[in-house]
C-alpha cells in the first residue's frame, strides 16, 4: 500500500488537500487526514506537500502501431513506446488505426493493445480503420465488439474526407447499429468513433443519422473537429441541440503547435466552446498520437508532415488554465471523466475509492512530476522508471 500525504487533490473536481491511500491497484481511501494503523511496513508513505495530483489521462485516439503511410512506404509512423504515454500521463489508451488498414492490421493493433497492457497501462482499441466495409479482425463488427475484449466500438471510420471510403448514409447506419447493439450484448461502450475530414460535408451524416433514426446521440463519438471553423461552429451549435444530440460526445484533438494549419489549438477551441456555452461539458479531447498529421494541397497530395504525440493532452490543459483562465476543475474532465465515462470504463478517469490508482502528480505549469498507473508508479521526477523491453530509462 502506498499512502500520499498532503496532495492537492482535483478527482477531476477540487477536493482541497487531502491524502490518497492505494493498495491491491485501486485508490482505497481520499480524505483528509487519513492515518493507516498496526501496518508497519506495508505503507509507504510519500509526503508530496501540496503538490495537485489528477486522474491519470484518458486518450481515446491513439495510433499505437503508428499512423501515416499516406506518402509512401517510408511515411509508416513508428510504433508508440509505453514511455512516451507515460511520460505525458496517459495511463489508459484506446489505440486505433488510421487511414492504412492495409499494412497495418487489427492483428497487429490488438498485440500491440495487450503489449502496453503488460507494460504497466491499461488499454482498450478501437476496430477497423478509415475504410468500409469496417476492417475487422473476425470479419463481422458485431464479432469484434463481442467476442474480443479491448475492442470498445468501431474507429476511426472517416468520413467528409478524401481518404474516405465515401461511405452512404444507409452504409454508415448499418456500421452505427452493429456497434450499438454489439454494445448492449456486452455492457461495452458501444460507440463509432468518426474521423472527421476537412471536407465541406462536415458532420452532416452525423447529423442525419440521429434525426432520422432510432440511434441513441451517444453512439456517435466525432473527432478532429477543431481542425477548421466551420466544423467546429456545426459542432457547438449541436452541442446547443439536446433534442436531436443529446448524450453525444464531441472531441477536440490536442494537435502539436505548428501542425494547426486552418483549425483552432484544443486550447482555444475550448476557450470559444467554454465562452459560447458556459462550460465544456460533453467535450472530450483526444492526441491523434502517433498519427500522421499531413498537409495536402488541392490535389490531395503532401506538403508538409507531422507526427501527433500525447503529451499535447497536459499541454492543453496548461494553455487553457493558464493561457485562457479556465478553472482546471473544468478542463480537467475532458481528458479524464468525460472520456472514461463515454467509453463505459467504469474504474477509469477519476481518483475515488474503488478507482484504478491512475493518478499524475503534477508540477509546475502543468508539467508531469510523478504518474501511478493501477497503483505502480510509472515516472518518477520526469523520468519513466518502467520503460518498456526495447526502450532504456528516460
Ligand atoms: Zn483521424
Redesign the pocket.
Known amino acids: 500500500m502506498q499512502l500520499l500525504k498532503n496532495v492537492d487533490l482535483f478527482d477531476p473536481a477540487p477536493r482541497g488537500v487531502v491524502d490518497v491511500l492505494v493498495g491491491g491497484g485501486a485508490v482505497l481511501a481520499a480524505s483528509p487526514g487519513l492515518e493507516v494503523q498496526g501496518t508497519r511496513g506495508l505503507v509507504e508513505v510519500h509526503d508530496l506537500q501540496g503538490a495537485r495530483v489528477i486522474p491519470g489521462l484518458v486518450d481515446a485516439?491513439v495510433h499505437v502501431t503508428g499512423g501515416g503511410g499516406e506518402a509512401g512506404f517510408s511515411s509508416r509512423v513508428p510504433p508508440r513506446m509505453v514511455s512516451e504515454l507515460a511520460l505525458a500521463g496517459v495511463t489508459t489508451v484506446v489505440g486505433l488505426l488510421?487511414t492504412d488498414g492495409r499494412t497495418r492490421t487489427m492483428r497487429e493493433l490488438i498485440a500491440r493493445t495487450y503489449g502496453l497492457r503488460e507494460e504497466g497501462l491499461s488499454a482498450w482499441c478501437w476496430t477497423g480503420s478509415y475504410e468500409m466495409p469496417v476492417r475487422t479482425l473476425t470479419g463481422s463488427v458485431r464479432d469484434d465488439i463481442v467476442f474480443i475484449e479491448p475492442v470498445l466500438g468501431v474507429g476511426?471510420l472517416?468520413i467528409s474526407d478524401h481518404r474516405s471510403s465515401q461511405p452512404t448514409l444507409e452504409e454508415l447506419l448499418r456500421v452505427a447499429s452493429d456497434v450499438h447493439v454489439a454494445g448492449l450484448m456486452t455492457n461495452k461502450a458501444g460507440v463509432l468513433h468518426l474521423?472527421l475530414g476537412d471536407g465541406p460535408r462536415g458532420l452532416e451524416l452525423v447529423q442525419q443519422s440521429c434525426e432520422r433514426t432510432e440511434l441513441p446521440a451517444r453512439v456517435f463519438h466525432p473527432?478532429?473537429l477543431n481542425r477548421n471553423r466551420e466544423l467546429l461552429s456545426s459542432a457547438v451549435s449541436m452541442m446547443g441541440d439536446e433534442s436531436n444530440f443529446g448524450g453525444m460526445r464531441f472531441d477536440l484533438t490536442a494537435f502539436p503547435e505548428g501542425d494547426i494549419g486552418d483549425g483552432l489549438s484544443a486550447a482555444d477551441a475550448l476557450a470559444e466552446i467554454h465562452a459560447a456555452r458556459g462550460s465544456c461539458d460533453g467535450v472530450t479531447v483526444s492526441s491523434?498520437g502517433g498519427?500522421c498529421m499531413p498537409k495536402f494541397d488541392a490535389q490531395g497530395r503532401i506538403v508538409a508532415y507531422g507526427v501527433g504525440q500525447s503529451s499535447t493532452l497536459l499541454e492543453t490543459v496548461a494553455t487553457s488554465v493558464n493561457g485562457h483562465g479556465l478553472a482546471l476543475a473544468q478542463v480537467l474532465p475532458c481528458v479524464t471523466s468525460t472520456v472514461a465515462q463515454l467509453l463505459e470504463l467504469r474504474s477509469k478517469g477519476r481518483v475515488v475509492p474503488g478507482a484504478d490508482a491512475d493518478l499524475v502528480v503534477l508540477g509546475e505549469g502543468c508539467a508531469v512530476r510523478h504518474v501511478m498507473a493501477r497503483g505502480r508508479w510509472m515516472v518518477r521526477d520526469g523520468v519513466c522508471v518502467a520503460p518498456g523491453p526495447f526502450e532504456s530509462p528516460h
Request: charged residues 20%.
Open positions: 485516439h488510421g476511426e472517416a474521423h473527432t478532429h491523434d498519427g
